[in-house]
């Protein structure tokens, strides 16, 4: 377990490094002011990378499901120091949990930030918490489709069939699989990307917009976010693009290879259409109850800010606190659900929230028909049992985890709305929450410090389904 944990974070440092050259790149053509920090820390990641790979390295590895658990957690963990390394070299006025934060925040794909004056910080620095997000979001993508089945958390194993069956003529190999994801992913972001530019963005401000909105990060260029831009046809192509990411991406993988548009035949994307249509009326509504505020511009804002937070990418385009108490009770409500599951979206995921709607409804037909069989299915395909215990399980403990960080970010002295909103934006990833702190309109940046290391934790067990984190903690994962 040793040498596959180091062979592993070789190659994840060795990655790190190369990403790095895209700023440090930047920094070099435009004269920026942190070219140092940069070269020391890919220098640092090649070195560290480069003697764990080479110390470590096999020609193949059995992986045990406990150990499994064990190195994803250390992976992402890993990953998050090293993603702090430059603004720890830039020698910028943050202390050392501001700096983890905003890494674990950035790869997490959650979107909070503990950083102001955004306007005028080196471009280098912005460009690479871009690049965490979007080397995040393919992450998070690989990892909920490769591995989460296999591991059987939350119910995934109801999606095995369409990562790993050998016998599907589109994805015979988890290594062209994977190829496949890269290029959907890809595509995804030369398309908004060049939609950026086209509408209104300078390069600059399109690329970093490309990859945390393609990864439903929510990352921005700009202190006021999104809402820098004041532009209908950039929310309008941001929307969809957070849409984009929220989506399944085996879906996307069938229709580039096989040609097959299946969406509108997945339960859980017209489910997921249908909450955010049904959000954006009720928003829209609430906008319309404010005297002298609707605009029919508000109908998209109702609209992006709802898929905004619905998919966990969190960006802000005004302070929607103030647009009526329904509106920020909807808000609250979505934060938790997320999207689909297979997607760069955190949350609850929107197939476990229609199967338990199933279960329900199974059960109320079983009162009224007692000798009634009504069995169970999910896009046409029997449910087993164990799949829901799983789901069960997994709700419990998702509910249990935002009543527990909750109340410990309450016993570091902040308000009841912060804390609960804080508890819930960072286990389900999705960046902003309520409040005069942590609301659209602010940061994290005056929380406690404490605080803001329960949040790294809980940003980072949100993002890995919470059981494939908590389940380390286990004494009988460290038994031979």
Not at 31 to 37: I, K, P, R
Not at 86 to 92: E, I, N, Q, V
Not at 263 to 281: C, G, K, M, P
Not at 331 to 352: D, E, M
Request: proline share 3%; aromatic share 14%; with cysteine.
């Amino acid at each position: 377990m040793i040498s596959l944990s180091g062979y592993t974070l070789g190659i994840l440092s060795i990655a790190y490094g190369m990403a790095m050259l895209i700023p440090l790149g930047y920094e070099v053509i435009y004269a920026g002011t942190h070219f140092e920090s940069f070269a020391i820390s890919i220098l640092l990641c090649l070195l560290v990378g480069g003697a764990l790979f080479f110390a470590n390295h096999r020609r193949s590895y059995d992986l045990l499901a406990k150990q499994a658990f064990l190195l994803t957690s250390l992976s992402w963990i890993w990953m998050s120091l090293l993603g702090a390394l430059p603004f720890f070299f830039a020698k910028m006025d943050m202390s050392l949990v501001d700096m983890i934060f905003e890494s674990v925040s950035g790869l997490t794909t959650t979107g909070s930030t503990v950083l102001t004056n955004l306007d005028a910080m080196d471009p280098g620095l912005l460009l690479w918490r871009s690049i965490i997000q979007w080397l995040g979001g393919f992450g998070i993508i690989a990892f909920a489709i490769i591995l989460l089945p296999v591991l059987r958390v939350g119910g995934m194993q109801l999606f095995h069939s369409e990562s790993s069956d050998n016998s599907s003529k589109a994805i015979p190999l988890t290594g062209k699989y994977l190829q496949l994801l890269v290029s959907v992913y890809l595509i995804l972001s030369i398309l908004c990307f060049g939609l950026y530019a086209t509408f209104g963005m300078s390069l600059f401000d399109a690329f970093n917009h490309m990859m945390t909105t393609v990864s439903t990060g929510g990352f921005s260029t700009h202190d006021d976010s999104f809402g820098h831009f004041d532009s209908i046809p950039l929310k309008i192509i941001g929307a969809l693009f957070m849409l984009g990411g929220g989506i399944p991406f085996v879906l996307f993988v069938k229709l580039v290879v096989q040609g097959q548009f299946t969406f509108h035949r997945d339960e859980q994307v017209v489910t997921l259409l249908f909450i955010i249509l049904y959000a954006s009326i009720l928003v829209t509504v609430s906008l319309i109850l404010l005297p002298g505020t609707f605009e029919k511009k508000l109908i998209v804002d109702a609209f992006f800010n709802v898929i905004s937070i619905i998919t966990t990418t969190g960006y802000a385009d005004g302070d929607y606190q103030f647009w009526g108490g329904l509106a920020v009770a909807v808000f609250f409500i979505i934060t938790f659900l997320g999207s689909c599951s297979g997607s760069t979206a955190g949350g609850l995921k929107i197939f476990r929230i229609v199967l338990m709607a199933k279960v329900l409804y199974q059960q109320l037909r079983k009162l009224i028909y007692p000798r009634g069989v009504f069995p169970l299915r999910y896009n046409e395909k029997p449910v087993e049992g164990k799949v829901i215990n799983s789901i069960m399980a997994f709700f419990f403990i998702y509910i249990l985890s935002n009543i527990v960080i909750a109340m410990l970010l309450a016993l570091t002295g902040l308000d009841f709305v912060t804390s609960l909103s804080g508890a819930a934006t960072a286990i389900a990833n999705v960046g902003p929450g309520l409040g005069e702190i942590i609301g659209p309109s602010g940061n994290f940046a005056s929380i406690p410090d404490t605080a803001k290391w329960i949040l790294c934790a809980a940003m980072i067990a949100g993002r890995l389904e919470i059981l494939t984190f908590v389940v380390i903690f286990v004494p009988a994962i460290w038994r031979p």
